[in-house]
């Protein structure tokens, strides 16, 4: 596995657990809004972790945390993600994948094997517009279909969610994401937040009135549809 971050426990990433965050090196998108730049762009000026060092970690803190968040980066592009997420299940923790769903025969390989309990998946924006907000020209939407229909189908916790950039996405945007994801468990909006270690700069975001506006769209067609990120 090529980690190159360990958030030691957080109460965010995996929800109603007290959980770390292993983050993972490399993605097959290029949002021009992500937050994780030296993840996506090139991992040459940043520090690995061994795998068994944080292994050894989670041993020590078991009975402390209950469950593991994997992120990246996009982690289903790593080959031994399977007997890195084993590993894990075999001390007892809950493992929660974060994957843009680019990838689903590993999405489905991993649900199949029993490793995964809570999936977030990310969905960009609409399929008209994928290609353009993830900066990536050839696309094939196709494979983000199938993972969005693979979650839907399945019986453990998922979520769907979008980061909401008013540069990106408008409002009729999201009732067509909304009868894309019909009868799916969950949908987050999560408003977009610049720092210093986004990809491109000059996004902004929409107010709170603005985000609930599309989350009402949304709620036309999915039952849970919540915000993300706004005071």
Known sequence: MQIYGLNKTTLLDFPEHVAATVFTGGCNFCCPFCHNRDLVLGTAGLTAIAEEEVLTFLRKRKGILTGVCITGGEPTLQPDLPAFIEKVKE???????????????VLQELLDKGL???VAMDIKNTKERYAMTVGKENLDIGCIEESVEILKKSPIAYEFRTTVVRELHRKEDFA???????GAKAYFLQAYQDNENVIAGGFTAYDKEEMEEFAQIVRQTVTRVELRGID
């Open 116 to 118: 995964l309990d809570y």
């Open 91 to 105: 001390m007892g923790y809950l493992v929660k994948l974060d994957t843009n769903g680019h990838r689903p025969a």
């Open 176 to 182: 067509a994401i909304g009868e894309w994801l019909a």
